[in-house]
């Protein structure tokens, strides 16, 4: 890995930053947060749909959906007006800036390469042929290629000693892979009909039909993250690993030179360059690592990179602007990252499996290892009280809508159990 100066520090007036997807979530906040603290100018866009970045570090926001009829007249224009260095931090955003590269480039120094290579590492199918070509272990899956196909893989899948997945290529189409819950992938079914439905439900919505993978078996802590920042000549310019601690409300850094290696052979057959954050876990049996997935953009707990002398969004921007990374080759173990206020929510709701007081000491006997938090910070704290305040009030209506619903059906049993009327 290189180490040398870092050009956004010295830059007296920086090229601004156009993020696009500038969210209140916790990867869109810590990549304003980085450039705003290096001294860029920060411009952001993103969907009416969500809520905004409330970051003081935010110096504009436009509202612009992730659509062509939207997005390129927006980006027309903008490169009209300076241009700068253009992030995207979600992905129908990355999607459609990766597919029109060529043109934005003209204006436009971009941190994301073109969709050829990009979706190398989006398209799940993609991305574990080019694992294994570089002798990566991946899940067995199965990509149907018409309906026969379908039914032989299905009639074939061993749903007595495995589970399975369907999954999809984020940011291509209007619908994720699951409506409900908004991601590209779902659990696949537990017998031939189910999953049959589902792939050909996909289909219909989609245009093509889903990978189906199976399920590497293990808990969330044996999940390892590389996140890896990859130059032109498609090495890695920085490097760490972490995991989540039972949920996704925690992570910590690792170390695990496997995975490091494991990630940069892959990247590396993928032509890949930029910043990825790509996911492994550990099969608790043979304890071999199996690549899951692909991130290419930051990730929820970017502001971890921070406290690791790591930090990626302006690490990419250096990259990206011609300079070079100033980025230290060793990294502390045990640093803590949390998503401060979802934690209650989740203690919550996994009440029953885990008992609310153990969960608050273990994290109380780790409070001196937190390190970087989702929202929080004293120097920037309205993100933190604008989310911590829309969570109250989402759960404390949950609640409500809780009582009223247990109240509505109490009512018509008590009156099946009542005695005869007088009248």
Same mark, same amino acid.
């Given at each position: 890995m290189a180490s040398t100066s870092n050009p956004v520090a010295?830059?007296?007036?920086?090229?601004?930053?156009?993020?696009?997807?500038?969210?209140?979530?916790?990867?869109?906040l810590a990549t304003v947060r980085s450039l705003?603290?290096?001294?860029?100018?920060?411009?952001?866009?993103?969907s009416a749909a969500f809520a905004r970045c409330h970051s003081r570090h935010m110096n504009q926001v436009h509202v612009v959906e992730p659509t062509e009829q939207a997005l390129l007249p927006f980006l027309d224009w903008m490169g009209d007006h300076g241009g700068g260095v253009l992030f995207a931090v979600h992905d129908k955003y990355l999607v459609l800036a990766s597919r029109? =590269?060529?043109?934005?480039?003209?204006?436009?120094t971009l941190t994301m390469p073109r969709w050829e290579i990009l979706s190398r590492l989006m398209d799940p199918g993609r991305l574990y042929d080019i694992a294994q070509r570089r002798g990566v272990r991946t899940p067995l899956h199965f990509a149907p290629r018409d309906e026969a196909d379908l039914e032989s893989v299905c009639a074939n899948l061993d749903f007595a000693h495995r589970a399975y997945a369907l999954k999809t290529t984020p940011g291509i189409a209007s619908e994720?892979?699951?409506?409900?819950?908004?991601?590209?992938?779902?659990? =696949?079914?537990?017998?031939?009909?189910?999953?049959?439905?589902?792939?050909? *439900?996909?289909?219909?919505?989609?245009?093509?039909?889903?990978?189906i993978a199976e399920i590497v078996p293990g808990q969330a802590n044996q999940c390892v993250a590389v996140t890896m920042l990859v130059?032109?000549?498609?090495?890695?310019?920085?490097?760490?690993?972490?995991?989540?601690?039972?949920?996704?409300?925690?992570c910590e850094s690792?170390?695990?030179? *496997? =995975?490091? *290696?494991a990630a940069a052979r892959l990247l590396h057959g993928a032509e890949y360059t930029g910043l990825v954050t790509l996911e492994f876990r550990r099969d608790p049996k043979n304890r071999k690592l199996t690549?899951?997935?692909?991130?290419?953009?930051?990730?929820?707990?970017?502001?971890?990179?921070?406290?690791?002398?790591?930090?990626?969004?302006?690490?990419?921007?250096?990259? =990206?602007?011609?300079?070079s990374v100033n980025a230290p080759l060793a990294y502390q173990e045990g640093v803590m990252w949390l998503s401060e206020t979802t934690l209650f929510e989740a203690l919550w709701h996994n009440r029953d499996t885990r008992p609310l007081g153990m969960e608050v000491r273990r994290l109380w006997q780790r409070r001196g290892r937190i390190k970087a938090f989702a929202y929080f910070c004293l120097r920037d704290p309205l993100p933190f009280l604008a989310h911590a305040q829309w969570r109250g009030r989402a759960w404390l209506w949950s609640r409500i809508h809780g009582v009223v619903r247990r109240s509505a059906k109490a009512i018509p049993w008590r009156r099946s159990h009542a005695g005869p009327r007088d009248d």
């Open positions: 010295s830059d007296t007036h920086p090229v601004r930053a156009l993020v696009l997807g500038v969210n209140d979530h916790p990867r869109a705003g603290r290096a001294g860029i100018r920060v411009i952001g866009a993103r029109h =590269a060529d043109v934005l480039s003209r204006r436009f994720p892979a699951d409506p409900d819950t908004g991601r590209s992938t779902k659990l =696949a079914g537990s017998d031939p009909l189910t999953v049959r439905r589902n792939c050909l *439900e996909i289909k219909t919505r989609l245009g093509r039909f889903p990978l130059d032109h000549s498609h090495a890695p310019l920085l490097a760490f690993c972490s995991h989540r601690l039972g949920s996704d409300v925690s690792v170390k695990d030179d *496997e =995975a490091i *290696e690549v899951i997935r692909a991130d290419p953009r930051v990730t929820r707990p970017t502001s971890l990179s921070t406290a690791l002398g790591m930090d990626t969004p302006t690490a990419l921007y250096g990259q =990206a602007v011609g300079g």
